[in-house]
């Protein structure tokens, strides 16, 4: 599991608090079902709108996006405005 997949079942354990929610992520993460694409999108937003909310600047919050998650700041760039689609608040 890569650490985008982690994440995801961390924040799915959180919100729903429902152990056959998270084996069924699990399921979905282990068969592939979930694009590892949109999940690592989904991350990304959500770490830097979260970070956005707790009053960094939206340019920092992209900045430490891309030291924790190891990726360029044109990726965070990306995610954050061309997948608008993928929402930050889903869950």
């Known amino acids: ?3 985008y997949q982690k994440i995801f ?3 799915i354990s ?3 608090n429902n152990p056959e ?3 069924l992520i699990e399921a979905l ?3 592939g079902i979930l694009d590892d694409t949109l999940l690592k999108v989904f991350i990304i937003r959500r770490f830097v709108f979260n970070k956005v909310e707790m009053g960094v600047t939206k340019l920092n919050a992209m900045w430490k996006a891309t030291e924790e998650f190891c990726c360029s700041y044109e990726y965070v760039r990306k995610c954050v ?3 608008k689609d ?3 608040n889903l869950l």
């Open 9 to 11: 079942r961390k924040i």
């Open 86 to 88: 993928v929402e930050h």
């Open 21 to 23: 929610t998270t084996q």
């Open 1 to 3: 599991m890569n650490i």
């Open 81 to 83: 405005y061309y997948y």
């Open 29 to 31: 993460i282990e068969s």
């Open 14 to 16: 959180e919100s729903y």
